[in-house]
């Protein structure tokens, strides 16, 4: 069993900038791709960047640019940088991975941008 804990959340204003972290229970950390999701009011929920074991990086269109995603390994933690934070980004956001085919999602932590 694989457990995902996300922080760091909370409000920031338009511009502004937040990190969260998403710490993993297991040292399987290391070998498996992580995601991080989001799910805004009344939308779906929506791949925002992923970053593979060896540190590869992918992001969705509308947070190019802005956020980065990065793991530290010995620590079994991955993080979230956000920046120039938009209204739109409102939304909970969970990191997921997947663990010889088994899914695992964090609980969720809330993010708000005020404008």
């Known amino acids: 069993q694989v457990q995902l804990v996300e922080s760091g959340g909370g409000m920031a204003q338009a511009g502004g900038s937040l990190r969260l972290s998403c710490a993993a229970s297991?040292?399987?950390?290391?070998?498996?791709?992580m995601d991080w999701y989001r799910q805004g009011p009344g939308k779906q929920r929506e791949l925002v960047a992923r970053?593979?074991?060896?540190?590869?990086?992918n992001y969705a269109d509308s947070v190019k640019g802005r956020f980065t995603i990065s793991r530290d390994n010995a620590k079994k933690t991955m993080y979230l940088q956000m920046s120039s934070l938009k209204p739109e980004d409102t939304a909970v956001y969970y990191c997921?991975?997947?663990?010889?085919?088994?899914?695992?999602w964090g609980r969720g932590i809330q993010v708000t941008v005020s404008s």
């Open positions: 997921k991975t997947v663990v010889y085919g088994d899914t695992y």
């Open positions: 297991q040292s399987i950390f290391s070998i498996n791709a």
């Open positions: 970053i593979t074991s060896g540190g590869s990086t």
